[in-house]
């Protein structure tokens, strides 16, 4: 799969996330630290919470079911987190932000 579009900058606020379903099927959440963006799957790989709806610190990414955690940057198992989550990669053009879901960054 090529990459796609998800969303523009301004969708996603500095330290915020945001969740998406690609038109491939696909469900990620965009996640922007100042002004890179990174992007995940969009469920957990524990108990397949929508992580979305989880808590973002800028850095971590918490999942609120069982405080399963990430670094966002690199997917790496945090704490109780007992395996890494998918990051994909994310490509910014001008104001629009792509992501490949098969791509890992």
């Known amino acids: 799969m090529a990459r796609q579009f998800v969303c523009n900058r301004d969708d996603v606020e500095p330290s915020e996330m ?17 002004d890179r963006f990174y992007a995940c799957n969009r469920v957990c790989p524990h108990q397949e919470v929508n992580l979305d709806e989880g808590i ?3 850095e971590v990414l918490t999942c609120t079911q069982h405080l399963w955690q990430w670094n966002v940057a690199t997917g790496e198992a945090i704490g109780l987190a007992e395996c890494p ?4 990669k994310v490509e910014v053009a001008g104001d629009e932000i792509y992501v490949d879901a098969d791509a890992q960054p």
């Open 18 to 34: 945001s969740g998406f379903d690609l038109s491939s099927g696909a469900r990620v959440v965009v996640l922007r630290v100042e």
């Open 85 to 88: 989550l998918q990051i994909y």
């Open 56 to 58: 973002f610190d800028g």
